[in-house]
């Protein structure tokens, strides 16, 4: 079992930077990646970020490339999401996500049934 926290959202003006934290505890020794999705009311889930254990990769969707980093701490236990540049289209249900889905495709970490585990979710509102 693995356990996952999200923590970091609110409210933010257009323009604006959050950082959502996941800490996850358990049995994160089988973990491959660490993954961030967002859905907003109405739509499906969507996927925003990856960090890949192996080579330390990350993996992000086009849709939020160059504005969003996702990182990790050095113990491998947090993972945070930085968010630039925010935009109203940003405003979702932010999820964390566990995988122990070992693939060298990168878009495979895009596909939520790829995840064993999610958090309870932080929410995101960005306001024009």
């Known amino acids: 079992q693995v356990q996952l926290v999200e923590s970091g959202g609110g409210l933010v003006q257009a323009g604006g930077a959050l950082r959502l934290s996941c800490a996850a505890s358990g049995r994160t020794f089988s973990t491959y990646a660490m993954g961030w999705f967002r859905q907003a009311p109405g739509k499906e889930r969507e996927f925003v970020a990856a960090?890949?254990?192996?080579?330390?990769?990350?993996y992000y969707a086009d849709s939020v490339k160059g504005r969003f980093t996702i990182s990790r701490d050095n113990a491998g236990n947090t993972v945070y999401l930085q968010m630039n540049s925010l935009e109203p289209e940003d405003t979702a249900l932010y999820y964390c996500?566990?995988?122990?889905?070992?693939?060298?495709?990168?878009?495979?970490?895009?596909?939520?049934?790829?995840?064993?585990?999610w958090g309870q979710g932080t929410q995101v509102t960005v306001y024009s």
């Open positions: 996500a566990e995988s122990s889905y070992d693939s060298t495709l990168f878009v495979m970490y895009a596909i939520p049934k790829n995840y064993n585990y």
């Open positions: 960090f890949i254990r192996s080579g330390d990769n990350t």
